[in-house]
């Protein structure tokens, strides 16, 4: 009798627990790669296709660079709003 061993990054008792690392665009998720997050990080969404993209004016591997106008109150920023 052999023993079974659930597949990389994967747990639970039938082994249909993700316990691996989530892509680099959620917060929390329940399968490897862009289709298993649960939500996203901050400045993205949920795409049609319910993967994570930046949101508009918003860009770099976390979504971390502003790349809109400033607030005229605002001699440089890293988002829209006056604050």
């Known amino acids: 009798m052999g023993i079974c061993y659930c597949d990389d990054g994967w747990g ?4 249909n627990v993700w316990m691996g690392t989530c ?3 959620c917060l929390g998720c329940t399968a490897p790669g862009p289709e ?8 993205a ?3 049609e ?3 994570c993209h930046c949101h ?3 860009m770099g591997g976390l979504c971390e660079v502003f ?7 605002c001699s440089e920023c890293d988002g ?3 604050n």
Request: charged share 35%.
């Open 12 to 15: 639970g008792d039938d082994c």
């Open 23 to 25: 892509d680099h665009m």
């Open 36 to 43: 298993g997050c649960i939500s996203c990080i901050e400045h």
């Open 45 to 47: 969404c949920k795409d």
């Open 49 to 51: 296709t319910m993967i």
């Open 56 to 58: 508009d004016y918003y």
């Open 67 to 73: 790349i809109g106008e400033c607030d005229p109150k």
């Open 80 to 82: 829209p709003e006056e």
